[in-house]
């Protein structure tokens, strides 16, 4: 995903991607797993447990320099309201745990893949943008954190305010899913009309095959963003 080698010294916090576990037992089971298993995997870094934003997580840094966090959100689901505030991301990201599987020789299992992060140089800016240009929710997690989705799934974006924007490559990229090809080029079209107004740094030109569409975009903080269908 991130191309080279320079270095983000932002990261894991600005730039990871999350899968989450079930139980609060797991993450401590993935550190000593992937702690003895360290260098069969290649493993560059692997952070300690660390309650954050609701979740019990771990963090770590594989070969290819990403780092990846496993999150467990089983305590704040305790909670009555743990479950409905922010569009529903802290909520199972899963129909079922199967309770009967049998578990996992390393310990943990994770059930979802939960959210990627990009940076904002300012939160509510971003927000804006979001559901304006990208027709997103941007939910107000905290002051400096927005949590991007769509409503009809689980999955989402984290936008964390940073102080400069990173430069990434095309290839570290969300790409939305779009209902047909023709919105993809009437996207594409108000886009190239409105992308001084919607404070776009690059909008790619349209790729149609007949089956499908995409183009790419920059968004004003150097994220890129894809929409396809
Ligand atoms: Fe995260």
Known sequence: ?????QSY???????????????????????????????????RQIDPQVVRHGS???????????FWEIECYEDVLRKDSGEERLGGVRSRHWDHADEDAPASARGYTPLAFTHGTLGATDADAYGHFVEAVLGLEAHRAYAAVRYIKHPATKHFVV??????????????????GLESAQAVEDAHAELAARRSEVGLTDLGSLEADGAGASFILRDVNGNWWELAA
Do not use: K
């Not at 019990?56 to 990403?66: A, D, K, R, V």
């Not at 102080?163 to 939305?176: A, G, K, L, V």
């Open 1 to 5: 995903m991130h191309e080279g080698a």
């Open 9 to 43: 010294p932002d990261r894991p916090r600005h730039h990871h991607f999350g899968v989450r576990v079930e139980h609060r037992a797991e993450i401590d089971a993935a550190w000593e797993y992937l702690t003895a298993h360290r260098d069969e995997y290649g493993l």
């Open 56 to 66: 019990y997580s771990i963090h770590l840094q594989e070969p290819g320099t990403n």
């Open 159 to 176: 936008a964390l305010q940073v102080p400069e924007p990173q430069s990434f490559s095309p290839n570290f990229r969300f790409t939305i």
